[in-house]
């Protein structure tokens, strides 16, 4: 039986660009300067994982509003 593995992507807007910040809870280091959210997914996908579903997540009031993209990309697990 297939087995797989997950990533879990959180990304943030920065400088008008998505920009992913945390994966799998942990903040990755210099994420500010590790490219944006397409280079990032092409990073990813070079590496054997493919996007499998994104939620764009707003929290907080109108007025003071924090958004999010969280993309999973899934492999098979070696």
């Known amino acids: 039986m297939q ?3 997950y990533k879990f992507i959180e ?3 920065h400088l008008e660009d998505w920009y992913a910040a945390f994966e799998n809870g942990e903040e990755i280091v210099h994420w500010k300067s590790g490219g944006n959210i ?3 997914s092409n990073t990813l ?3 054997g994982w493919e996007m499998v579903n ?5 929290t907080g009031s109108p ?7 969280r ?3 899934k492999r098979p697990r070696a």
């Open 54 to 58: 994104f939620t764009h997540c707003a």
């Open 71 to 73: 993309l999973v990309f």
């Open 45 to 47: 996908g070079e590496q």
């Open 11 to 13: 990304c943030i807007s």
């Open 3 to 5: 087995k797989w593995e």
């Open 63 to 69: 007025s003071d509003c924090r958004e999010s993209l």
């Open 38 to 40: 397409a280079t990032y």
